[in-house]
């Protein structure tokens, strides 16, 4: 029997360890949201503020001016609209920033919930970068994931778009949008609600729900011109682990 080359056995070696790290990679998802959410009635976006600073009161009106009715309280907020026969609802609650408080343990499950639920396309870390961990915590669970649920997750805090590896590893199957700077809070605002608006309307190509805002002000989304950008960073996050 002839003797493999021993470059051939050296090539195959390489290619098992590529293999090997390659299955650590957090799956990017596809420019395209999913073609069910074109039956939903509704379209239900949670955002997640923080008492530490003042956007929640902000976030009230600048949504407001887009013609929705709102509703409030101390601490949470609804504004609804429907558009091409859909409603739009976008939910804002003010999540303490004492981690022992009992308000906080309760908003701690409501996120779960949210993040879970079939009816919530959208959740939204709207508070300073060093919270972002108190809205999409880590997971003790194999692989770090947190849900495999497939719906938006927004992260306008400064800098995000540096963590998306970590993002996606803990919502594989999530549709990340992340900020490449300074997050601005009316920014963040408009972006979501014209992406919901979008998908209301029923578009579900990322390309054409992206505000044309996003690249001057930061924004990254999910759209075919970031796929590669997102690859490079969940890879340098591999490395550094």
């Known amino acids: 029997m002839k003797k493999l080359s021993p470059y051939l056995d050296k090539e195959q070696n390489v290619n098992k360890k590529i293999l090997k790290i390659t299955e650590k990679f957090p799956k990017i998802v596809g420019s395209y949201l999913p073609k069910s959410w074109r039956d939903k009635d509704e379209f239900i976006g949670k955002l997640y503020f923080y008492d530490d600073e003042y956007s929640f009161y902000e ?18 907020a ?7 026969g859909k409603k739009v609802i976008i939910e804002l609650e003010l999540r303490p920033t004492d981690i022992e408080s ?4 309760e908003s701690v499950e409501n996120i779960k919930e949210a993040i879970e639920s079939q009816d919530t396309i959208l959740t939204a870390h709207r508070g300073h970068c060093y919270r972002s961990s108190q809205t999409y915590p880590e997971s003790r669970e194999e692989g770090g994931v947190v849900s ?3 719906k938006i997750f927004y992260r306008g ?65 999910p759209d ?15 490395l550094d682990a």
């Open 78 to 84: 609804t504004l609804i609209k429907t558009i091409n």
């Open 157 to 221: 805090d400064c800098g995000s778009a540096g963590d998306i590896g970590n993002m996606q590893r803990k919502f594989p199957n999530g549709h990340i949008i992340s900020d490449k700077d300074m997050g601005i809070g009316r920014v963040n605002n408009e972006a979501i609600y014209i992406v919901l608006e979008n998908i209301a309307m029923g578009e579900l190509d990322w390309r054409k729900i992206k505000p044309d805002f996003a690249d001057k002000e930061g924004l990254k989304f």
């Open 224 to 238: 075919k011109s970031s796929f590669q950008k997102n690859v490079n960073r969940i890879w340098n996050y591999l």
């Open 102 to 105: 009992p308000e906080y343990i």
């Open 148 to 150: 495999l649920a497939e």
């Open 59 to 76: 976030a009230q009106q600048q949504f407001k001016s887009y013609g929705m009715i709102l509703e409030k309280g101390d601490d949470w």
